[in-house]
């Protein structure tokens, strides 16, 4: 296994170059595209192991499904199901926590996480922030319309990119007067989290907007079911690995920093590929 130093904290664009790509570890039953496939430590481990070795930056491990429509876990069991993990991990792999719960993000950081990924954007715990400001890491500021059981409901916006775009200029305002230090925050503006199929498109075709923030923005639209149905499924759950590469390299293109994805090794020789034509 690659040996890595993380625990000396840069500014997340250095820690991160563009394009940098996040493995997704789901430690869960209900995830939408493989919920269960990790659900059992030992597997994630392995997933995480693997995802480093073909190339992530990082690894993404979270504990509770924000699908549409999932219902919250308690934070013991949230725990239970990453703290297994994570201490296997400390020291050889590098970890963000997914996760909204100052409790979860707080054993993570002492575990050896270096980022907390919060969909919620420092609104669901009011002791988040300050978790993440005293251990100096970074953090992933993510949009998102309402909750996970309501957010494909009806989502409606008058300019979705714009509207997006404030949301995540007031949430970095927040963070830093909380005590977090803004070269370690990056935004996401949520693909999927509250969006029809257009809009998380119009995201993409305008993610120079997002990017204008000055901050470095992640972009999850891995499998996503928008991919699936702009191929002529209206009711896909998924989308492919074709379509997941080629938006990200569409994100990419548009100012993407980190890309979200669940197939490392194929978006990394993709993401090599671009950057090496793009420059």
């Given at each position: 296994?690659r040996e890595?130093?993380f625990?000396?904290?840069v500014?997340?664009?250095?820690?991160?170059?563009r394009?940098?790509?996040?493995?997704?570890?789901?430690?869960?039953?209900?995830?939408?595209?493989?919920?269960?496939?990790?659900?059992?430590?030992?597997?994630?481990?392995?997933?995480a192991?693997?995802?480093?070795?073909?190339g992530a930056?990082?690894?993404?491990?979270?504990?509770?499904?924000?699908r549409?429509?999932?219902?919250?876990?308690s934070?013991?069991?949230?725990?239970?199901?990453?703290?297994?993990?994570?201490?296997?991990?400390?020291?050889?792999?590098?970890?963000s926590?997914?996760?909204?719960?100052a409790?979860?993000?707080?054993?993570a950081l002492?575990?050896?996480?270096?980022?907390?990924?919060?969909?919620?954007?420092?609104?669901s715990?009011?002791?988040?922030a300050?978790?993440v400001?005293?251990?100096?890491?970074?953090?992933c500021?993510?949009?998102?319309?309402?909750?996970?059981?309501?957010?494909?409901?009806?989502?409606?916006?008058a300019?979705?990119v714009s509207?997006?775009a404030?949301f995540?200029e007031?949430r970095?305002?927040?963070?830093v007067?909380?005590?977090?230090?803004?070269d370690r925050?990056?935004?996401?503006?949520?693909?999927g989290?509250?969006?029809?199929?257009?809009?998380?498109?119009e995201?993409?075709?305008?993610?120079d907007e997002?990017?204008?923030?000055g901050?470095?923005?992640?972009v999850?639209?891995?499998?996503?079911?928008?991919?699936?149905?702009?191929?002529?499924?209206p009711?896909?759950?998924?989308?492919?690995?074709?379509?997941?590469?080629?938006s990200?390299?569409?994100?990419?293109?548009r100012?993407?920093?980190?890309?979200?994805?669940h197939?490392?090794?194929?978006?990394?020789?993709?993401?090599?590929?671009?950057r090496?034509?793009?420059?």
């Amino acid at each position: 296994m690659r040996e890595y130093g993380f625990n000396v904290r840069v500014p997340v664009d250095e820690r991160f170059p563009r394009p940098s790509v996040m493995g997704i570890v789901n430690v869960t039953p209900d995830s939408f595209s493989d919920g269960g496939v990790n659900f059992r430590p030992e597997d994630a481990i392995a997933t995480a192991r693997r995802m480093f070795e073909d190339g992530a930056a990082i690894v993404d491990v979270g504990g509770e499904s924000t699908r549409p429509g999932a219902e919250p876990v308690s934070a013991e069991e949230e725990l239970r199901r990453v703290v297994p993990v994570l201490e296997a991990l400390e020291g050889g792999v590098p970890v963000s926590i997914d996760t909204a719960k100052a409790e979860v993000a707080r054993r993570a950081l002492d575990l050896g996480a270096e980022l907390v990924n919060d969909v919620t954007a420092l609104r669901s715990d009011p002791d988040l922030a300050g978790v993440v400001a005293e251990s100096d890491a970074y953090v992933c500021l993510m949009h998102m319309q309402g909750e996970p059981r309501t957010m494909q409901a009806d989502p409606r916006y008058a300019d979705v990119v714009s509207e997006v775009a404030s949301f995540l200029e007031e949430r970095l305002r927040f963070a830093v007067d909380a005590g977090i230090r803004e070269d370690r925050i990056s935004v996401d503006p949520g693909i999927g989290f509250g969006k029809t199929v257009e809009h998380n498109f119009e995201l993409i075709r305008r993610l120079d907007e997002i990017a204008a923030l000055g901050r470095p923005v992640v972009v999850g639209f891995s499998r996503k079911s928008s991919l699936g149905k702009i191929l002529g499924d209206p009711d896909a759950k998924t989308g492919p690995l074709s379509a997941s590469l080629a938006s990200a390299v569409a994100a990419y293109e548009r100012g993407a920093t980190i890309l979200r994805v669940h197939d490392v090794k194929e978006h990394v020789e993709a993401l090599t590929a671009a950057r090496a034509v793009i420059g």
